[in-house]
């Protein structure tokens, strides 16, 4: 099988609870979101490259960092290549980590995969998206992600996770409040965060204050 790609390299993580750990990046081409603050526009702008799964997989263990995240633009638009080639990273013994938007359902994920499902919010200019059944299919080890652009951002996500649904198996340590690069500042967001005692994980993008717009690390 083929998946569509628009670029594949070794990198720090940037994002999840993982930020900082070594991990080679396969980011998928094609998006069904246009949110007001994406920084990888070009997966969804430039058409990529048709790769075999075994090519990828190759790639993947001659990295020799153990680890893959598989991304976007949105991933689960090829949902099939990437069950395939989940599989096969964890036939060879590779963690698995998946990215995706939660506007697509995540039922034929393998347990085994961590998601890291971003919630949209208001200011993402992409809201209600966000898959009714997901929180569903979620495991202890999955993550939610929220980017704020704002306060009011930050009051939406609040007060949807005061009353998410509790089938939800995610950990309250599992979910991240980080502020959309260049549209809302880190202290606030963590002095907000503060003052009403979440119990949530403040989070920061590592790639961001690392190498700012840089592309490709």
Request: net charge negative; aromatic share 8%; charged share 20%.
């Amino acid at each position: 099988m083929d998946c569509r790609v628009n670029e594949t390299y070794g990198c720090l993580l940037g994002e999840s609870l993982d930020a900082g750990l070594p991990a080679w990046l396969i980011r998928f081409s094609g998006c069904n979101l246009a949110c007001t603050y994406c920084d990888t526009r070009y997966a969804s702008e430039e058409p990529g490259s048709l790769v075999p799964v075994s090519s990828l997989v190759e790639q993947a263990v001659s990295s020799g960092l153990g680890r893959v995240l598989i991304t976007g633009g949105e991933p689960l638009l090829q949902s099939d290549a990437v069950i395939e080639l989940s599989l096969a990273l964890n036939h060879h013994g590779i963690e698995v980590l998946l990215e995706t938007n939660g506007s697509l359902p995540l039922d034929s994920v393998p347990p085994f995969v961590t998601k890291i499902v971003d919630v949209k919010t208001p200011g993402a200019g992409s809201n209600p998206v966000f898959h009714p059944r997901n929180l569903d299919l979620l495991n202890p080890h999955d993550q939610l992600k929220f980017v704020l652009t704002s306060r009011s951002d930050y009051l939406w996500a609040r007060e949807s996770l005061a009353i998410r649904n509790p089938q939800s198996a995610v950990r309250n340590r599992n979910v991240l409040f980080s502020p959309a690069w260049g549209s809302l500042a880190p202290s606030e967001l963590a002095s907000w965060m503060l003052e009403d005692r979440l119990p949530y994980r403040f989070h920061l993008q590592l790639h961001k204050v690392l190498w700012g717009e840089k592309r490709g690390v």
